[in-house]
């Protein structure tokens, strides 16, 4: 006896084999690069400098990410009292959240990944991509 899945649906083993093979990528690909960029910043100025810098942007970054998670975390209690549904302010949560990840992890693309995530401009775009996603998810029952 086989399953079928309709068009658009996976099985649960292809949904791990996806994730597994994005996962491999995030920790094999990514970190790799990072230290090419970094090695080539130590080679261009030095190595105190690049050091310097891995530690100002996780200093930086971790205080930007307080700053904005607690304006975040007043504007979802403001919702709440109001009896409305934080929906906006839980992606930005959640989008801030990652980019203090992504800024506590040394390197050049994380860094920048991390600060277009807490700064609320450029955070639209990465909001629009997660409530796609969701919505995927919720209409399609997967992800």
Known sequence: MTIEFKKGFYSPMQKK???????????????????????????????????????????????????????????????????????EELVNGLCVLIGGAFLLTPGILTDIAGFTLLIPYTRNFYKKIVKNKFEKMIRGGGY
């Open 17 to 87: 084999r996806n994730i597994f093979g994005y996962l491999l990528l995030l920790f094999t690909l990514i970190p790799f690069i990072e230290l090419f960029l970094l090695l080539q910043i130590a080679e261009r100025t030095s190595a105190t400098f690049t050091f310097i810098l891995i530690i100002l942007t996780g200093i930086v970054g971790a205080y930007f990410a307080k700053v904005q998670g607690r304006l975040v975390i007043f504007n979802i209690r403001q919702a709440l009292n109001q009896g409305i549904m934080p929906k």
